[in-house]
């Protein structure tokens, strides 16, 4: 499974936007670039995901470069709630797909 | 809609004792998968099943066992519990080829003392 890498921890002001990297250099064309957020004492929920072209939904957007070695979940206006470990995950078709945590980026939304 | 549900939400074990998680989702979802996620980590791929009647080995499926009961119930079974399996253990689902999302359960906080 190829592996992603991502900062460890991140802060930002409320109601600013937020734009949460990672990097996937060993990504192969058929591995789908998955966001997952976990808040504190949840399960995982998911946020975005993508192959190649930049996604949006009402969560967030998802810019995926192109040349597919890295891509960044962008929040567009994060609020307290937003506070939480953000995973990011490469998984392709293979019977199903698994997913792979990583430690992901922790968060922090400063009011 | 329930979603996914685990059962027990918390549970205190004895070393060397057994029991069985339970995890049961309603969205009529073909795989099915257990992770662990020890204080401060991401989680760990235990077991996953892509469809019934199938299971597979993750990251980390040593002490452990799984049941794909039937489509709705995937259950995972610790034999002889030992402290290293203290964590908390999340179940998650998703359906079909296209790769959409999983959805996740509360979770079941598990102590081995």
């Known amino acids: 499974d190829a592996k992603t890498t991502q900062p460890n921890s991140m802060e930002s002001n409320e109601e600013e936007p937020v734009h949460l990297p990672c990097n996937h250099s060993t990504i192969s064309g058929t591995d789908y670039i998955h966001w997952y957020r976990q808040l504190p004492s949840q399960g995982p929920e998911y946020v975005i995901h993508?192959?190649?072209s930049n996604v949006n939904n009402r969560m967030a957007s998802l810019a995926i470069a192109e040349d597919r070695k890295s891509s960044t979940l962008i929040l567009h206006r994060a609020t307290l709630r937003d506070a939480a470990v953000y995973y990011c995950i490469l998984t392709r078709f293979s019977g199903t797909y698994k997913y792979i945590f990583g430690t992901g980026t922790r968060l922090k939304v400063l009011a | 809609n329930a979603g996914v549900t685990q059962t027990p939400k918390f549970q205190v074990l004895k070393t060397g004792q057994s029991m069985t998680l339970q995890c049961a989702q309603d969205m009529n979802h073909n795989s099915m998968y257990w992770y662990r996620q020890d204080p401060g980590m991401g989680l760990r791929l235990i077991y996953y099943?892509?469809?019934?009647?199938?299971?597979d080995k993750g990251e980390v499926p040593n002490g452990y066992n799984v049941s794909r009961l039937n489509k709705r119930e995937f259950s995972l079974r610790l034999e002889s519990a030992a402290p290293s399996q203290t964590s908390v253990y999340f179940c998650a689902s998703r359906q079909g080829r296209e790769a959409t999302e999983a959805f996740f359960g509360q979770g079941t906080r598990l102590t081995v003392v």
């Open positions: 099943s892509a469809s019934e009647g199938t299971t």
């Open positions: 993508g192959l190649t």
